[in-house]
């Protein structure tokens, strides 16, 4: 609520200071304009300055057509059809085109308030310089501060658009830099289920040896059991932990690598189970780790798993071999035919998810390293594994980097796999940290939702600058010409007041034609053109200034053949 009151009344200041602006110039022109009446040049003027500024929040249409009917006063003034009204038209329009988004209503209120004008025109008989006006001054007056507006708007929606997406960015790094931390408080798990929970076992293992020794008193042999029962409650509670911070909600926490199970005992149950495996061993067994077992037996459990999904009933072969200090494991399934009961799809290849994504991280965290794809004979999983654990090449998820400058934020990318290239997301796991990239990218490179935004933002503040950019142009080029040639008509048609002082009645053409300017003027008023002449005469008419947005004094000369017959000043101005 306080934000909305404060919000309105920064509008009405906003307000406020527009209409003291606009009712300033207002003012002035008032003043400068001579005999003018207090009530239709002023007051009416600014009682509807004060309506239509705040409409302009509005509905800024409605105020643009308003402040244009103040224009339309002036059309049909018979003195001149400038007044100060044209910069409120343009103030207004240019807040049209800041605060409405589309283009068509505004460009038909535009069009409507332009036909108005011309209407007018033609409905007083306006003289040249009254349709000159109409068709080049209040046309620019709605045009280009409109052009002007949505180019502002444009701006300001891209640099908004810009710090949403840097806050959104900021945003996504501070969850990704919390995932990693919870990434390794679960490491950690493993690390004290693996190294606290095998150290209990066998402190629980000696304390039951000790319940056996004859030196020990009956007393002695009950404490040596309680402290026994109490290590194997230890025990199972670092696995229930231990299963709470590695799986995550709804995962079945009973698939994963069962106690005390071997490669030997998997390969077992698959053969039992009807799976077609065949597996091998070379070289002698090294004594490894514990979590490299754990990691051997994870990657034959994921490929077999794979195997019997994505190509049931084909021949799976699976070898480990024990080098001096690492240890291999390969396993290839073979292609199901074109008509085999396979999925859609020749291998794991096509659905690789979670499982081998998982799998990946294992094997790197241990300081080995994965490769799975297609290959002779079949979909191929092959491991390396070192004998020790190791944890040079373990990689945690950056911590957040800082945002750049709205409009193009600073790239993340996600855990890498050993080839160099980031990995692809799988739906099911949560989100990897996005990384934004130029929304310029070459064509068919994929952008993720918040770059095509901001490149749509772009592409629209460009438009609407390469718009307000042509649109003058072509205005140029359709109305300088008739403007040019107007003025040229105006100008070539004075005749100077020093001049027609000079011209004598009785007198030819041919001695007066030195004083005469190149031309007549075209365009003199209906009320010239009817005043009473002498019977059989010809007359012309001449303007006696060079005022092109003013109407002046017409001398008008009346010839019978090429002898001037009269000669007599037609006031400016309707009678």
């Known amino acids: 609520m306080l934000n909305t009151r404060t919000t309105s009344a920064r509008s009405a200041r906003g307000d406020a200071a527009l209409w003291t602006v ?23 003027p600014l009682a509807v300055l004060a309506v239509a500024v705040p409409w302009s929040r509005r509905r800024p249409g409605a105020a643009v057509a308003l402040v244009n009917g103040l224009c339309v006063m002036g059309l049909a003034d018979a003195s001149t059809p400038g007044n100060a009204h044209v910069l409120s038209l343009a103030a207004l329009s240019c807040l049209l085109g800041a605060r409405v988004a589309e283009a068509r209503r505004p460009l038909l209120v535009l069009a409507g308030c332009a036909a108005v004008d011309l209407a007018t025109c033609a409905v007083l008989r306006a003289q040249p310089v009254w349709w000159f006006y109409a068709l080049t001054v209040l046309p620019a007056a709605l045009l280009l501060p409109w052009l002007a507006g949505r180019h502002w708007r444009g701006r300001r929606q891209l640099v908004r658009e810009g710090w949403r997406l840097a806050r959104g960015l900021e945003e996504r790094q501070h969850l990704v830099a919390e995932r990693a931390r919870l990434t390794e408080r679960a490491e950690i798990a493993a690390d004290m289920h693996d190294s606290l929970g095998h150290a209990l076992s066998l402190v629980a293992l000696r304390a039951g040896a000790l319940e056996l020794s004859p030196d020990l008193t009956d007393r002695d042999r009950a404490d040596l059991a309680d402290l026994r029962g109490t290590i194997a409650d230890a025990v199972e509670q670092v696995r229930e932990t231990v299963a709470v911070l590695q799986d995550p909600p709804g995962r079945d926490t009973s698939a994963g690598l069962p106690v005390n199970d071997t490669v030997e005992d998997l390969l077992s149950r698959a053969v039992a189970a009807g799976v077609p495996v065949r597996w091998e061993r070379r070289g002698a067994s090294p004594p490894l780790s514990c979590l490299v077992e754990r990691g051997m037996y994870r990657v034959v459990q994921e490929a077999l798993t794979n195997a019997t999904k994505h190509a049931p009933a084909c021949s799976i072969s699976v070898r480990i071999t024990h080098e001096p200090d690492r240890t291999r494991v390969s396993v290839v399934n073979a292609v199901p035919s074109a008509g085999g009961p396979a999925h859609t799809g020749a291998g794991p290849a096509s659905g690789v998810g979670r499982g081998l994504i998982g799998l990946q991280e294992r094997v790197t965290v241990l300081g080995g390293s994965l490769r799975t794809g297609p ?24 911590a957040p980097g800082p945002v750049t400058a709205p409009g193009r ?25 996005i990384r934004v990239m130029d929304p310029d990218a070459a064509p068919g490179e994929v952008l993720p939702e918040s770059a095509e935004r901001l490149a749509s933002v772009r592409s629209d503040a460009r438009r609407r600058s390469a718009l307000a950019f042509v649109a003058p142009v072509v205005a140029a080029v359709f109305f300088v010409p008739s403007a040019v040639y107007l003025a040229w008509q105006l100008t070539t048609s004075v005749l100077p007041p020093s001049r027609f002082d000079e011209l004598t009645t009785g007198r030819p053409r041919a001695e007066l034609a030195p004083l005469l300017p190149a031309r007549a003027y075209p365009y003199p008023s209906d009320h010239a053109r009817s005043a009473p002449r002498p019977p059989g005469a010809r007359c012309e008419f001449y303007r006696s200034g060079r005022d092109l947005l003013d109407e002046v004094d017409l001398y008008r000369l009346c010839w019978s053949g090429d002898t001037l017959l009269t000669k007599d000043t037609v006031p400016a101005g309707r009678p």
């Open 375 to 398: 290959g002779s004979g079949g979909f191929h999983v092959t491991a390396v594994l070192p004998h020790r654990a190791t944890t040079a090449a373990r990689t945690g998820t950056p």
């Open 22 to 44: 606009l009712a300033a110039a207002t003012g002035y022109g008032f003043r400068d304009a001579g005999p003018a009446s207090l009530t239709l040049d002023l007051v009416l």
């Open 409 to 433: 934020q600073a790239g993340i990318q996600g855990p890498a796999s050993p080839s160099g290239t980031a990995r692809r997301p799988d739906p099911g796991m949560a989100p990897d940290p």
